[in-house]
């Protein structure tokens, strides 16, 4: 037999240990692991050096934006980024234009996206208008609905919490986590408008207004839905420290319940926001310290469940406008997510397993990804190659991304993914996009 593809020299992460080995990938998927002298024929071989070979990662949360907001980001764009950031799966957002929120508009996203993309890409839905849709929506293949408290997104009224248990109850039966973007509507409105009233437009008003009592409230109340129903909750982007307390005591209780972090809420900090500005400005946004310290105590003892980059690109004007209130939350980060995680490695600080284990595994095992994030024979050949003793500087002027700014520029990095295979296809190599559009898979929840 002659595979399409044998990579030698490799030293692989397989079973939680590094192992020098050869990989035989043929027909998009990973088809015999050993020494090169066991490898069989291959139309191509790949010497790797002696370098890292990783499973694929997953970014749980991306905005690909495309459609009605192309302007920002594309599906090219977006996965291009993703590519050079060794990012190999992403799932994609519903606050589009328009919403991903029915079975036509999420067909039509996937229509859309399935001649662009460069890595697999899947798609969560918001809640439809009619919640009759809801299982239409789940066959046709959504990954998970999300619920945005913060504003009426949706098709769910996000006060009721009489809809909100009735929906929770049915897609509890559909087997579909919800994730939620924890902050409590009312709450955040009441304390802008005030703001607003007395033209108070700072960095300060802003975190103000979104405070930890705005996270910590929003995490209760869904959490006290959740335990009426079994719904699996997926909470996006935690930021404090209490909120992740109730989150923890929710699991040491035996509920259902998973959570995410992000890079700039775990490197930067409120000071860096009111030092930056506008430009590090996210939705929630960077906490003080002690928050800090507390998320990344979440991580070591495996509270936190996934880091995810909320990649959430806008144009510079929007990022520039003179009212906070008035400035579009988000920044790119599927170019510097991995490289940022990769320095705390080589700083001792974070394990090769910790990155596996919160960029790949556990997000397969959540959004129901189970035949990626694993370097295993049949399963897909989704793989970055990291060169561990590049020292660089992040130069956001090159990312891939249309948004070419990132708190993060200037910031020195060391270790960084050098090739990106999906499905057993080179997408990126050197930095260089080298797969075509299209290369990617559209994939649903298994």
Not at 343 to 355: N, R, Y
Request: hydrophobic fraction near 40%; proline fraction near 4%; glycine fraction near 6%.
């Amino acid at each position: 037999m002659i595979v399409d593809l044998i990579l030698t020299n490799a030293k692989a992460y397989i079973n939680n240990k590094i192992v020098d080995c050869s990989l035989a990938i043929n027909r998009g998927k990973i088809f015999k692991i050993g020494k090169e002298t066991a490898m069989p024929k291959a139309e191509a071989k790949t010497d790797l050096k002696n370098m890292l070979v990783l499973p694929g990662l997953i970014d749980a949360h991306v905005h690909l934006r495309d459609q009605g907001k192309a302007y920002k980001e594309d599906f090219y764009s977006g996965t291009a980024a993703a590519a050079a950031g060794g990012i190999t799966t992403v799932l994609d957002m519903p606050n589009n234009n328009p919403v991903t929120m029915s079975v036509e508009a999420l067909r039509k996203r996937m229509e859309t996206a399935e001649r662009k993309i460069l890595v697999n890409t899947g798609f969560y839905s918001e809640f439809p208008k009619k919640m009759g849709e809801i299982k239409k929506i789940v066959r046709e293949g959504t990954v998970s609905f999300k619920l945005f408290m913060a504003e009426q997104i949706g098709g769910l009224n996000v006060d009721d919490d009489h809809a909100l248990l009735e929906v929770f109850k049915t897609v509890s039966k559909l087997k579909t986590p919800v994730a939620v973007h924890a902050e409590d509507k009312t709450t955040l409105k009441k304390t802008e408008d005030k703001f607003k009233r007395a033209n108070r437009n700072t960095i300060e008003a802003f975190l103000n207004a979104h405070s930890e009592n705005v996270e910590v409230k929003a995490v209760k109340r869904i959490l006290n839905i959740a335990k009426q129903t079994n719904e699996h909750v997926h909470f996006c982007h935690i930021t404090t420290r209490n909120a992740l307390k109730t989150i923890i005591n929710a699991k040491k209780s035996g509920m259902l319940i998973t959570c995410e972090t992000t890079p700039h809420h775990l490197f930067l900090s409120a000071n860096d926001l009111r030092q930056t500005g506008m430009l590090a400005l996210t939705l929630p946004p960077p906490r003080e310290k002690p928050h800090i310290s507390a998320l990344w105590n979440g991580i070591r003892k495996g509270w936190i469940d996934i880091l995810a980059s909320d990649h959430a690109p806008h144009t510079l004007k929007e990022k520039k406008a003179k009212s906070v209130w008035d400035v579009k939350a988000g920044i790119a980060g599927l170019e510097t997510t991995f490289p940022l995680l990769l320095t705390k490695v080589k700083a001792g600080q974070l394990s090769i397993t910790d990155v596996v284990r919160l960029m790949a595994e556990k997000p397969a095992e959540v959004f129901g990804l189970e035949n990626r994030a694993r370097l295993k024979e049949g399963k897909y050949a989704d793989l970055v190659v990291v060169n561990l003793d590049i020292k660089y500087k992040i130069d956001a002027s090159k990312f891939h991304s249309k948004a070419k700014y990132s708190p993060f520029d200037g910031w020195n990095v060391e270790g960084k993914p050098v090739k990106t295979f999906v499905g057993g296809r080179l997408i990126m190599d050197e930095g260089e996009i080298v797969g075509e559009a299209g290369s990617g898979e559209i994939i649903r929840r298994e």
